[in-house]
């Protein structure tokens, strides 16, 4: 696995992530009440959170992308 998610993407998918997984929680959004779109909002959270602390997005890799300035392991 190689490192492809540079520190700037790293601080946008942790902040955009646990937004994801806090809104449906405490925003009070009617769209919240389907249970479909509370789940996909928490389930797109933990996804980039995770990708975040792995530093590692097989998006990513592939379609060929990384923001990481550091030479892959």
Not at 1 to 8: A, D, Q
Not at 20 to 28: A, D, I, M, T, Y
Not at 29 to 34: E, K, L, Q
Not at 44 to 49: A, K, M, P, S
């Amino acid at each position: 696995m190689r490192i492809n998610v540079g520190m700037p993407d790293r601080i946008a998918r942790i902040i955009i992530g646990a937004v994801l997984v806090l809104l449906p929680f405490v925003s009070g959004m009617a769209v919240f009440g389907n249970l479909l779109w509370l789940w996909t909002s928490v389930g797109v959270g933990i996804v980039l959170i995770v990708t975040a602390l792995v530093r590692f997005c097989p998006l990513y890799a592939v379609v060929g992308l990384s923001t990481c300035q550091v030479p892959s392991r």
